[in-house]
């Protein structure tokens, strides 16, 4: 199926996150549900950080691959490990995915508050740069109130990364568990039903976090003295 060299290393990347992921198994040789849940998280992150590593690599592609799978499948692993620290603290699978749920209908409902804060706040603060740069290249503002005017473009920039890097983790965290309940339970499972809602959700609010991130971006730019 990978003829490219492209393919075959991030292949070969994959496997060897698979194989780090579940170096401890069951006498038996089977992995534990907490092993296949790290596992689980390690193939993903493999596979999504190979083809990001590959989409930015423009002359090396085959190397972009290896380094993102590799990023990747520990963040993957990462992942897949506290959601398994999460399901030890259920008796029963239904009550952690419940609380799955829930955790994730809450940080929709706060990420999403500080988005559209952020929106409005970005608003204002494009107006404000926008005359605050004409009046500089007038000789109407100092450079004193552009640096000032930097300093809170940079904190709130800051701030929307910050939601932003949340919301990947917890749309990956998110997806994670949603893949995992659908081959358990299937794709009619009420709590497949819920989690898969919770991931389009998330989508969009990382979306709109991103989007926060590009605008203030573009805005500090401006600024630039």
């Keep these: 199926m ?6 075959k290393n991030l ?18 040789g089977r992995l534990d549900d907490r092993q296949q ?9 493999a596979l999504v950080g190979g083809l990001l590593g590959a989409a930015v690599s423009d002359d090396h ?8 799978a590799a990023a990747g499948g520990l963040l ?14 259920y008796a029963q699978e239904e009550d952690f ?16 508050a500080e988005n559209e804060q952020l929106y409005r706040d970005i608003d204002r603060l494009e107006r404000e740069s926008q005359r605050l740069a004409r009046d500089y290249r007038a000789g109407r503002a100092s450079r004193d109130a552009l640096a000032a005017q930097q300093t809170s473009l940079q904190k709130q920039l800051e701030k929307a990364k910050r939601i ?23 794709p009619q499972d009420r709590y497949t039903k819920q989690l898969e809602t919770n991931v389009v959700q998330l989508k969009a609010t ?10 203030l971006q573009g805005v500090y730019d401006t600024m630039t003295i």
């Design 61 to 68: 592609k085959g190397r972009g691959a290896l380094i993102g």
């Design 11 to 28: 292949l070969a990347a994959g496997v060897a996150v698979v194989l780090i992921a579940g170096c401890a198994t069951a006498p038996d």
């Design 164 to 186: 932003n890097a949340l919301a990947e983790r917890q749309l990956a965290d998110a997806s994670e568990v949603h893949q995992e309940t659908r081959q358990k339970r299937g």
């Design 206 to 215: 990382r979306q709109q976090a991103g989007q926060n991130v590009s605008r």
């Design 76 to 89: 993957g692993a990462g992942i897949g490990n506290s959601i398994a620290e999460r399901k030890a603290q």
């Design 2 to 7: 990978f003829s490219h060299p492209f393919g």
């Design 97 to 112: 995915l419940v609380a799955e749920i829930q955790r994730n209908q809450d940080f929709i409902a706060e990420a999403d």
């Design 37 to 45: 849940t790290v596992a689980e998280g390690a193939v993903v992150g």
